[in-house]
Nanobody, 125 residues
Framework: QVQLVESGGGLVQAGGSLRLSCAAS????????MGWVRQAPGKEREFVAA????????AYADSVKGRFTISRDNAKNTVYLQMNSLKPEDTAVYYC??????????????????WGQGTQVTVSS
């Protein structure tokens, strides 16, 4: 059974940085796409970033491009989201998500079928 456990959220001032971690277990993830999705209060879930584990190929939402970086550590089976130059509008619960790669699009929350419990990120102005 796939398990995704996020950590690293917290409170940070605008302009600051945070690194989120997602520890993945229960599968060999080399054939998976890993994603980060966020949900702000009163809003729908929003795609943030995705990484294809086998190739390292990445994709980002326009709102985070150039500020956020998704990466993986094969030895630790962990995916990271490095968030720099944070803005108050980045405040949300951030979820790690996964889906087996099938060649379709992964830049929408609906693409993913495994989810972590989420970690809160709050950016103060």
């Amino acid at each position: 059974q796939v398990q995704l456990v996020e950590s690293g959220g917290g409170l940070v001032q605008a302009g600051g940085s945070l690194r989120l971690s997602c520890a993945a277990s229960g599968r060999t993830f080399s054939r998976y796409v890993m994603g980060w999705v966020r949900q702000a209060p009163g809003k729908e879930r929003e795609f943030v970033a995705a990484l294809r584990w086998s190739t390292g190929a990445t994709a980002y939402a326009d709102s985070v491009k150039g500020r956020f970086t998704i990466s993986r550590d094969n030895a630790k089976n962990t995916v990271y989201l490095q968030m720099n130059s944070l803005k108050p509008e980045d405040t949300a619960v951030y979820y790690c998500a996964a889906v087996a790669y099938s060649g379709s699009t992964y830049v929408t929350p609906a693409a993913y079928n495994y989810w972590g419990q989420g970690t809160q990120v709050t950016v103060s102005s």
